[in-house]
């Protein structure tokens, strides 16, 4: 109960500390950003130099626009950086976007029980990320030992980060439901219900190797789909084509041909 008191005046006071502070200006990119983006970070390494620029500005924008902290743990640099890096891979295929239902990003030592409590020796603590509702619209809390787990080497489809800022991306209509409208096109809302359901039912048999979580509801269907769209591309094209597609065509659009 301590914990969860502690965080909600630690809310409180980012809340009202973020309402009298004008927007950051955007700072330059940190050139030895570069180096630690190489060596955690899959996707910035595998564009071509004048996409890692176009990646680094949109990084240093979003860190400009949304309030960072660590709750009970140092927000170390590299944190920041995966947190940006997170927040840009899913919508690097939209020259213009900005996250107008996030505020502040709450980075947790380890993952949390549902009362935010990350101290419960109950073992209850399973929850790696979530985005708030409620009292905690506009809020993001992520667990840090997830965060970096999702960017290592031993992490082929998952990426915890990766998956709320999609969360993030399904509510920017109003409701997390797993139908982006502000990515995909109206005609193609059934057709993707219908993918989604069938792919759902293939994991809840046992009969797909999309991790077992996004069998849960089509909102998380969405997040788990897109980590491993992201994470593991070449795989996901060759066992799940027709998904891969329409990610490919909700994430990148007419900007497809040009990357």
Request: net charge negative; proline share 4%.
């Amino acid at each position: 109960m301590i914990t969860t008191i502690a965080f909600l005046l630690l809310l409180a006071f980012g809340v009202y500390a973020l309402s009298k502070l004008k927007r950051k200006p955007v700072e330059p990119f940190p050139k030895h950003w570069h180096k630690l983006l190489m060596e955690h970070v899959e996707f910035y390494e595998g564009l071509p130099p004048k996409e890692q620029q176009r990646f680094q500005k949109r990084m240093m924008e979003f860190l400009s626009e949304v309030y960072l902290e660590g709750v009970k743990v140092e927000l170390e640099e590299l944190d920041k950086i995966l947190i940006a890096a997170s927040a840009v891979i899913p919508v690097f295929g939209f020259p213009e976007w900005h996250y107008t239902n996030l505020s502040g990003v709450l980075l947790y030592p380890d993952n949390f029980n549902e009362d935010f409590e990350f101290e419960d020796k109950k073992g209850n603590r399973i929850i790696a990320g979530v985005v708030g509702t409620g009292r905690l619209e506009k809020q993001m809390i992520l667990s840090k030992k997830a965060l970096r787990h999702g960017f290592s080497k031993s992490s082929s489809k998952t990426n915890t980060g990766i998956h709320e800022f999609v969360h993030l991306i399904d509510k920017m209509d109003g409701v997390t439901d797993g139908v982006p409208e502000r990515l995909i096109q109206h005609a193609y809302v059934i057709p993707w219900l219908k993918m989604i359901h069938k792919e759902m039912e293939a994991i809840n048999d046992n009969k797909s190797d999309i991790r077992n979580y996004g069998g849960t509801n089509e909102a998380e269907f969405f997040a788990v789909a897109s980590e491993y769209f992201f994470e593991n591309p070449e795989h996901m094209k060759k066992k799940h084509t027709e998904l891969y597609k329409m990610l490919e065509s909700c994430f990148y659009g007419s900007s497809t041909a040009e990357k």
